[in-house]
């Protein structure tokens, strides 16, 4: 289940504001929301490693469970990556 909120809520914030328009608002609130954006993805990200790790600590988490989670994360990551250096390709 914290996979699946993971995986909803990490782009969440990118999507909501870091790719909105320059001409709705002004230059400097646009670089603002976009590092916004970036802060709470970032947060969501380390938020999504750092509960895992915690609850494993807590001893209630099984350390299986916890690999999974670590493995689905870095699953995901990869393939924003990989998403991103191939739409940067203009070969397509």
């Given amino acids: 289940m914290l996979t699946v909120l993971m995986y909803v809520m990490v782009p969440m914030p990118c999507l909501f504001f870091g790719g909105s ?8 609130d646009a670089r603002d929301w976009a590092d916004a954006a970036k802060f709470l993805t970032g947060f969501s990200a380390v938020g999504s490693l750092a509960i895992p790790a915690i609850l494993h600590h807590a001893q209630l988490m099984k350390a299986e469970a916890m690999y999974l989670q670590f493995s689905s994360f870095f699953l995901l990551i990869c393939t924003v990556l990989l998403f991103n250096k191939v739409s940067l390709e203009n070969e397509w």
């Fill in 21 to 28: 328009s320059a001409g709705l608002i002004s230059s400097r």
